[in-house]
């Protein structure tokens, strides 16, 4: 549905974006997480066809955005990190202007009112923007967004600046959305998009350094499944018991917790021991007081992989210091700002 290859943005000789690949399929919902910064709006604005890029190409459906703007253009419903709202126009006279600059076809009405339903607004519709609450703000971006029907939504940071409550509800809003649509959708919250995205790519500094399920990214980061187990039993038989299970590789004992012992389960890859697990403890009446799996959440993930494309940035910058030691000063500090907006 959305192919994304070898996006470059430069500014000057800043790289915002630097060889950014990945594709979205038809359904799916994508998240985008990063620190303010990463490259989220940019890859977004481009994609959407509000910017264009140094190098690299995007196709939406087939067409390419620059080729073909506006069948690619046309599939997308985009709310930007700024939502394009006019403060002195009512919802209805704005959703109005929206459905003509859409050049949309069919009943205007109808429409319209399909898609305030869907967002909740339906008891504003007769207020102005400028007297919303921001909550309200971004429904009405997102029902701008959802004009026209289109199979896409990509969603820049909906949730910055809502209260909590304001959060929980567009996160819901959301996560319905995802069901009709395939979304792209960016945050810097990482609980955000762990509570609504399937498939997380995690951008740093203008690069994709992970791409996967919230699930997979913490077991791969966490070096493989492992759980641990608080267990009311005597030591060395609960150890044999342990290691009899189909499954389990390796046993470690942690140490006493609570006149009980705290076990670490490393089983082998792919395999759930917890039923036999379980099973074996009540055998031999020895209660389970806790049971936890090592999954890291997307929190720590964050953290240990831009810690790991610090740490390689930093390497590469001293190499490459010590291989330009000769030519003098490389004085590249001043990066030039293109402005260069929608
Ligand atoms: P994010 O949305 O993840 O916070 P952005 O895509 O907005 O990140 O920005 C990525 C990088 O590009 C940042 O370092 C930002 O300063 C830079 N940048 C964005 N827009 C411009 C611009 N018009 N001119 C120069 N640099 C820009
Ligand atoms: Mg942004």
Redesign the pocket.
Known sequence: MIEVRELTKR?GI?Y??ENVSFSVGEGEVLGLL??????????MNIITGYLSATDGTVTIGGYDILEHPAKAKSQIGYLP?QPPLYLDMTVEEYLHFCFRLKKLKGNKKQHIAEVCEKVGIEDVFGRKIGNLSRGYRQRVGLAQALLGSPPILIL?EPTVGLDPRQITDIRNLIRELGKQHTVIL?S?ILSELQAICPRVAV?HQ?HIIADGSPHTLAHSMAGGNRLYARIDGPKEPVRRMLEQIAGVEKVEELGPREGAFEWAIYPKEGVDVRRPLFFGLSRNRWPLLSLQDNEMSLEEIFLALTAQAEEQARQQALNEQASEEEDGDASEEDVE?????P
Not at 34 to 43: E, L
Not at 337 to 341: A, R
Request: aromatic residues 4%; charged residues 30%; without cysteine.
């Open positions: 500014y800043k915002a974006v990063g620190p303010n910064g990463a490259g989220k709006s940019t890859i990190e820049d960016s810097h951008i203008g700002q293109e402005e260069e907006l």
